[in-house]
């Protein structure tokens, strides 16, 4: 090989290598953020091992979540005799939380003494506000409508439903097993590139040597 086409051939192999170099921090930096997203993925799945629902027990008996049903506007605010508890839900202004206003309205209420929240009726739309507090349960007594705090109820406890934890557990399997798919072909393509860049610093070597002889050579021709 003449020195023009060992020098030419260097400089193939040496942008072939800085391609592979790039590639291989490319990759490498891929690799990193899909464990940051495993990170975020665990954490996830923590948050989902503990979603914490608010349940109804009649008996007082809240050793199992699997045996109650979730508190609910309805439930609340039902009937004793639809069996319901009987109570009334009220807003932090002191309004009536209602799905609708009713018709006819009732004997010295007016429309102001009434919120109209049409996503009551769902279970964790219900459940947050009376967490946060915008929302406090009242129960009939001598004295009239009292509030009825959460903890304080017999018949209310907290737990995390057998539902969310399979759901959360199940998909948070799937992901990881995809990810440490991904990882796994990441490993094998940086693999795959470092093995390549060894091959043509190899290579690089060889052809350096000859353009050194070459211009060794050249040297004692003309000297």
């Known amino acids: 090989m003449g020195l023009s086409a060992s020098q030419a051939r260097y400089l193939t192999l040496t942008a072939r290598k800085n391609n592979l170099e790039f590639e291989i921090q490319q990759t490498t930096q891929a690799k990193m953020l899909l464990a940051q997203q495993m990170d975020t993925e ?15 027990s009649k008996d007082g008996d809240g050793s199992s979540t699997q045996d ?15 069996g319901g508890l009987g109570m009334q839900v009220r807003d932090s202004y002191g309004r009536l939380v209602v799905s ?4 006819p309205m009732p004997e010295g209420k007016t429309v102001k003494d ?92 060889s052809v350096k040597k000859v353009i050194d002889k070459n211009i060794e050579e050249t040297f004692k021709t003309f000297g």
Request: aromatic share 12%; proline share 2%; charged share 25%.
């Open 42 to 56: 665990a954490l996830l799945w923590s948050n989902g091992m503990n979603i914490q629902h608010l349940y109804y």
């Open 114 to 205: 009434y919120v109209v929240e049409p996503y009551c009726s769902q279970a964790d739309y219900f459940e947050n506000n009376l967490k946060t507090g915008n929302w406090t349960i009242q129960k009939m007594t001598r004295d009239g409508w009292t509030d009825q705090t959460i903890d304080g109820a017999e018949f209310i406890y907290t737990g995390v439903d057998s539902g969310d934890y399979a759901m959360a557990n199940a998909d948070y399997n799937a992901k990881v097993e995809s990810l440490e798919r991904k990882d796994k072909q990441f490993d094998m393509r940086i693999q795959q590139l470092s093995t390549e860049q060894k091959a043509i610093e190899n290579e690089m070597d």
């Open 68 to 82: 109650m049903q979730r508190l609910s506007y309805q439930l609340v605010t039902a009937s004793e005799e639809d």
């Open 100 to 103: 609708e206003l009713p018709d």
